[in-house]
């Protein structure tokens, strides 16, 4: 009989709703320390970078209009924010429940198949990252970084933009042999991604050869999404960025897919 191939379209079902409903259980017990794990990092970097740098900075020019530094930086840090909470959480957490507490092994005794346990996974640590960004986005509103109605529409752009970075971080995660593989994966991919797609300073100050690598990073397209918001305008190029969202996250999560498979095929 020949062996399915691990690259077959995806085998999902409702059944994904129990294994995520299950995460929300287990997380709920240690919901407070987590939402402080996960907004105290991005907190900092606004407070020392948004007003310290922010003081001797002053205004940077976005698209020919000049805004101050902390709104150029919050409308990027939150972006960095759902990616960071996305990423640990189908990293760290999903490869726990994976290899280490076996809680995969057991939910696939019960009619449940891989594709839906991967699926829910992912659709979890999408849920996590909107978590973090939403209480980071509150302390923005009470900073009075921004009030523009426009920030409603960030919301869903940057729970897009999560489970984009959760279907990246399960390749990893499949690829993954112990803990240590994931600091390669934070300091060569998204450190990188981070200082490059205009987070803390415009990406016109980048090389040009640079610069236009830059324009096609995941992370560079929810940045150029959210930022306009923040200043009370609609992107200048939606769709574009939106199918580079769209297309990376339907890639990665099938890639993701095949890895896992041929993982529990061993």
Known sequence: MNTPSIWRAPD??????????????VWRKLAVPSLLGNIAEPLMWLVAFGYGMGALVGQVDVDGQRVPYILFLASGSICMSAMNAASFEALYSAF???HVQKTWDGIMNAPVSLDSVLLAEMLWAAFKALFTVTAILGVMLALNISHSPKLLVAWPVLLFAGIMFSSIALIFNALAKGYDFFTYYFTLVLTPMMFLSGVFFPRDQLPTPVRIASDWL???????????????QWPAHPLRHGLVLALTTAAAFWVALALTRRRFRA
């Open 12 to 25: 999902l079902s409702g059944r994904w709703w129990p294994v995520f409903l299950r995460n929300l259980l």
């Open 96 to 98: 726990s429940r994976m």
């Open 218 to 232: 995941p992370l560079t397209s929810a940045v150029e999404l959210v930022r306009p918001l923040f200043m009370d």
